[in-house]
Nanobody, 119 residues
């Protein structure tokens, strides 16, 4: 079972930048995709960005052009670079790994890391 540990969250002023990291307990090369999601208390968890095993990336419209997802397979780590932050980016950010075999896919989640951008 893959274990994911996020880090890098904190308090950032509007307009600032931050990089989140997601360290996996085993090789992420076998994962079909890695993703970042975020959640604000009282709201549903929303998808932020995805990177596939072929290094194809995709972003939610709300973060496109500001956030960048990347992976370092040698370090079993996925990153999310966040730029031009605004208060609406305040949330707990979660890392997810999805592994598919045959007709079955399994998702693994980290515990999350808090990002706060004050208004």
């Amino acid at each position: 079972q893959v274990q994911l540990v996020e880090s890098g969250g904190g308090l950032v002023q509007p307009g600032g930048s931050l990089r989140l990291s997601c360290a996996a307990s085993e090789s992420i090369v076998s994962a079909n995709l890695m993703a970042w999601h975020r959640q604000v208390p009282g709201k549903e968890r929303e998808w932020v960005a995805t990177i596939t095993s072929a290094d194809s990336t995709n972003y939610a419209d709300s973060v496109k052009g500001r956030f960048t997802i990347s992976s370092d397979n040698a370090k079993n780590t996925v990153y999310l670079q966040l730029n031009t932050l605004n208060p609406e980016d305040t949330a707990v950010y979660y890392c997810k790994a999805v592994s598919c075999g045959g007709l079955r896919c399994i998702s693994y989640w980290g515990q999350g890391t808090q990002l706060t951008v004050p208004s």
